[in-house]
T-cell receptor, first 113, second 111 residues
Framework: ETGVTQTPRHLVMGMTNKKSLKCEQHLGHNAMYWYKQSAKKPLELMFVYNFKEQTENNSVPSRFSPECPNSSHLFLHLHTLQPEDSALYLC????????????FGQGTRLTVV | SQQGEEDPQALSIQEGENATMNCSYKTSINNLQWYRQNSGRGLVHLILIRSNEREKHSGRLRVTLDTSKKSSSLLITASRAADTASYFCATDEDRDDKIIFGKGTRLHILP
């Protein structure tokens, strides 16, 4: 256990559905991240939150909408996704942004049908 | 943008042998990290080496950093079946707070 918990672990959704991924950490970290991991591609940074403020949006389509209500929780709201959005979505947290060790959750395996 | 790139993409060795993976990056960095990922799971942090360090050890892991060549290596000694996983290097650009990962090396330890 890394101290970062993601739910659900697996999710199958239709292209017209709306769903949310949840990430929770009680490590006292101030930075939280969403990454997307597709087959045969590098881990892609999607969003960065530092002290609940979004500091990075890596040209992510608007069908992905992050929310960070407090330093311990991070959500990724999904709507009208495409099959190519199927991937492993990983949440991570770190004490600060940048130069520090990141702790990852187990990921949510998302399949869009 | 991709900063680090691991080499080789895949590596198979016999149990007990040493495994060496390399990482090259493009811009100046503050630190370089190595992570491990078991199939379909989250990444686990292994070791962090700062730009002013040249070598670091942690158990059976040895990491080197050559900032002049913009490269790092991860050595796993006396490999075990449980070391089978993907290994990623991650860097932060000197002027940025983002942690960028490479594509990883898939390591397979043969019994």
């Amino acid at each position: 256990e890394t101290g970062v918990t993601q739910t659900p672990r697996h999710l199958v959704m239709g292209m017209t559905n709306k769903k949310s991924l949840k990430c929770e950490q009680h490590l006292g970290h101030n930075a939280m991240y969403w990454y997307k991991q597709s087959a045969k591609k590098p881990l892609e940074l999607m969003f960065v939150y530092n002290f609940k403020e979004q500091t990075e949006n890596n040209s992510v389509p608007s069908r992905f909408s992050p929310e960070c209500p407090n330093s311990s929780h991070l959500f990724l709201h999904l709507h009208t996704l495409q099959p190519e959005d199927s991937a492993l979505y990983l949440c991570a947290s770190s004490q600060w942004t940048g130069n520090t060790e990141a702790f990852f959750g187990q990921g949510t395996r998302l399949t869009v049908v | 943008s991709q900063q680090g790139e691991e080499d080789p993409q895949a590596l198979s060795i016999q149990e007990g042998e040493n495994a060496t993976m390399n990482c090259s990056y493009k811009t100046s960095i503050n630190n370089l990290q190595w992570y491990r990922q078991n199939s379909g799971r989250g990444l686990v942090h292994l070791i962090l080496i700062r730009s002013n360090e040249r070598e670091k050890h942690s158990g059976r892991l040895r990491v080197t950093l050559d900032t002049s060549k913009k490269s790092s290596s991860l050595l796993i000694t006396a490999s075990r079946a449980a070391d089978t996983a993907s290994y990623f290097c991650a860097t932060d650009e000197d002027r940025d707070d983002k942690i960028i990962f490479g594509k990883g090396t898939r390591l397979h330890i043969l019994p």
